[in-house]
């Protein structure tokens, strides 16, 4: 297992659209492992590949409260096929915009459809923290981030930030 980095913002790959795995094989769950891995010691909640630069539908997550155990998930290929009509606003944050936390609002629940680790057809639904994550990470999937949903002041802001950032770091 190895440990990727993670790439920020401005760079073009967190705007690319992720293409489907045609087959769940070991190179797949490889990369799902080391996904979960690069997760845990970042920390975050969740990971989509292409925030280390692999443009493939999958995602994982882990959303259990810190005493508890872990509760590794892999989503491959997902696709929300149903979302309540109720929303909630969570305050997010991303590992490709460290630092960065606004309220966002999205579908309160969702029923998702993807393939697991094994390559088996899942479906579950999910509310709370959950679906919220669940709707990050599928947003990733398609190049989309959360400060999509900012006003564009907000996002303009956070952007010029990251873009001098990373200027000054290649300067230097
Ligand atoms: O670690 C993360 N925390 C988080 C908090 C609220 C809503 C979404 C997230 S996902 C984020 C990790 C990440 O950037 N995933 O793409
Ligand atoms: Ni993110």
């Known amino acids: ?8 913002i401005p760079d073009p790959v967190l705007r690319e659209i992720c293409a489907p795995i045609d087959t769940v094989d070991d190179d797949a769950r490889a990369l ?10 970042a920390p975050g909640i969740g990971l989509a ?8 539908r999958i995602f994982v997550l882990d959303v ?4 508890a155990p872990k509760e ?18 969570y305050q997010e944050g991303c590992l490709s915009i460290p630092e960065f936390f606004e309220d966002v609002e999205r579908p309160a ?9 094994e390559g ?7 509310d709370g923290l959950l679906a919220t994550c669940i709707q990050h990470e599928l947003d990733h ?17 956070v952007v010029k930030k990251f873009t001098k950032q990373a200027k000054q770091a290649g300067r230097s």
């Open 64 to 67: 259990a409260k810190e005493d």
């Open 49 to 56: 590949a292409s925030q280390i630069g692999i443009l493939k």
């Open 1 to 8: 297992m190895t440990i990727r980095p993670i790439i920020t």
């Open 72 to 89: 590794p998930m892999v989503f491959i290929n997902p696709k929300i096929v149903w979302s309540s009509e109720e929303s909630s606003v």
């Open 32 to 41: 799902a492992d080391d996904m979960l891995e690069t997760m845990y010691e």
């Open 141 to 157: 999937l398609n190049g989309k981030l959360f400060i999509d949903y900012l006003s564009k002041l907000k996002r303009d802001r």
């Open 109 to 117: 629940e969702v029923t998702i459809q993807f393939l697991n680790r």
């Open 120 to 126: 088996a057809e899942r479906e579950i639904k999910a």
